[in-house]
C-alpha cells in the first residue's frame, strides 16, 4: 500500500537556524498539505499546495514558512529562522482530490 | 462554537462494550466529515469519511446529523487495539483547498 514518508524522522536545530523538512507525497496524489502538532495540543493546518502553488495558508505560515515541490516526488517545508515556538511535529499529508488525506509519520521539530 | 469540538474523555471501557464519541461543528456548509485516529506521538490515519447520513464499516459506524451539526463514531465490540485517541476532523477555509480543521480528539482506553 502506498504511503506518505517523511525525513528527517527527528531534527534537533538551534534558535534562528533554517531548517527543510522533507516529503514524499503518495504518487498518484495531486493535493499536498503540511500540518503541525505542538505536544498536547491539537493538529493544526498550515498550508495546502496544487498545481505549484499554494492554495490556502493559516495564520502560522509566515513569511518564515515556505514550501516548494523542486521536482516531481518531493514536496519540501522550510523554516527560514526558527523560533523555540516551531518545536512540534510536522506531518507532511496528501490526496488525489481536496478529501480523503493520508498522513506521513511526521518529523519532530525541537529547537533549542 | 468552536470550528470542532469534541469531549475530550478518557472514555475507559471494558473490552467488548460498546462506545460512542460525539462531535460539533460549526461550518454548516460542510459537506464532507471524517474520523481519524491517532495512536500516541503517530500520525493521524483515516478512519472513516461521511458524506450522507452515515457510514459504516465493520464494528465502525459514523452518523452524521446536519441539522444540529452534530457527528458521532459509534465502536461496537471493543477491542485492546481500538485505544487510541479519535479525531473528528471537518473541512475548513475559502473553496476547495484540502484545509481539515482537526478537533482536540477524544480519548480511548479499552481495558481487558
Known amino acids: 500500500e502506498p504511503e506518505v514518508t517523511q525525513t528527517p524522522s527527528h531534527q534537533v536545530t538551534q534558535m534562528g537556524q533554517e531548517v527543510i523538512l522533507r516529503c514524499v507525497p503518495i504518487?498518484?496524489?495531486?493535493?499536498f498539505y503540511w500540518y503541525r502538532q505542538i505536544l498536547g495540543q491539537k493538529v493544526e493546518f498550515l498550508v495546502s499546495?496544487?498545481?505549484?502553488?499554494?492554495?490556502?495558508k493559516s495564520e502560522i505560515f509566515d513569511d518564515q514558512f515556505s514550501v516548494e515541490r523542486p521536482d516531481g516526488s518531493n514536496f519540501t517545508l522550510k523554516i527560514r529562522s526558527t523560533k523555540l515556538e516551531d518545536s512540534a511535529m510536522y506531518f507532511c499529508?496528501?490526496?488525489?482530490?481536496?478529501?480523503?488525506?493520508?498522513f506521513g509519520p511526521g518529523t519532530r521539530l525541537t529547537v533549542t | 462554537r468552536k470550528e470542532v469540538e469534541q469531549d475530550p474523555g478518557p472514555f475507559n471501557v471494558p473490552e467488548g462494550a460498546t462506545v460512542a464519541f460525539n462531535c460539533t461543528y460549526s461550518?454548516?456548509?460542510?459537506?464532507?466529515f471524517f474520523w481519524y485516529r491517532q495512536d500516541c506521538r503517530k500520525e493521524p490515519k483515516l478512519l472513516m469519511s461521511?458524506?450522507?447520513s452515515g457510514n459504516e464499516d465493520g464494528r465502525f459506524t459514523a452518523q452524521l446529523n446536519r441539522a444540529s451539526q452534530y457527528i458521532s463514531l459509534l465502536i461496537r465490540d471493543s477491542k485492546l487495539s481500538d485505544s487510541a485517541t479519535y479525531l473528528c476532523?471537518?473541512?475548513?477555509?475559502?473553496?476547495?483547498?484540502?484545509?481539515?480543521?482537526f478537533g482536540q480528539g477524544t480519548t480511548l482506553q479499552v481495558k481487558p
Open positions: 499529508a496528501s490526496s488525489k482530490i481536496p478529501d480523503e488525506q493520508y
Open positions: 504518487s498518484n496524489h495531486l493535493y
Open positions: 499546495f496544487y498545481n505549484n502553488e499554494i492554495s490556502e
Open positions: 461550518n454548516s456548509a460542510s459537506q464532507s
Open positions: 461521511v458524506y450522507s
Open positions: 476532523v471537518v473541512p475548513g477555509g475559502s473553496g476547495n483547498t484540502g484545509k481539515l480543521i
